[in-house]
């Protein structure tokens, strides 16, 4: 299997923006549908968000919506999340799934909203 590589997290204050990225190396993943997830301490993983294949069809989590973006980048074969107007409880390990058997889970990426 493949295992995917998230990047882009660390400490930001409430109010800021990060730009997660979500990678295959070696892989192209342009033809599958990926999503986003994140999990908090103590917490189930939960959906953020995902993207079609084609990144015709997003969907967001409630939580998360107006504030997030994902977005396919088929130049540097990536998915990434754009979040903005970060709050503390947007605090956990996000990862990234890409939605074929091929795929695996990534390691994650902390995200950390604190002042």
């Known amino acids: 299997q493949v295992q995917v590589v998230e990047s882009g997290g660390g400490l930001v204050q409430p109010g800021g923006s990060l730009r997660l990225s979500c990678a295959a190396p070696?892989?192209?993943?342009?033809?599958?549908?990926v999503g986003w997830y994140r999990q908090a301490p103590g917490k189930e993983r939960e959906l953020v968000a995902t993207?079609?294949?084609?990144?015709?069809?997003?969907n967001y989590a409630d939580s998360v919506k107006g504030r997030f973006t994902i977005s396919r980048d088929n130049a540097k074969n990536t998915v990434d999340l754009q979040m903005n107007n970060l709050k503390p409880e947007d605090t956990a390990v996000y990862y990234c799934?890409?939605?074929?058997?091929?795929?695996?889970w990534g390691q994650g990426t902390q995200v950390t909203v604190s002042s």
């Open positions: 070696g892989f192209t993943f342009s033809s599958y549908a």
């Open positions: 993207t079609s294949s084609t990144d015709t069809i997003t």
């Open positions: 799934k890409v939605y074929g058997r091929l795929f695996s």
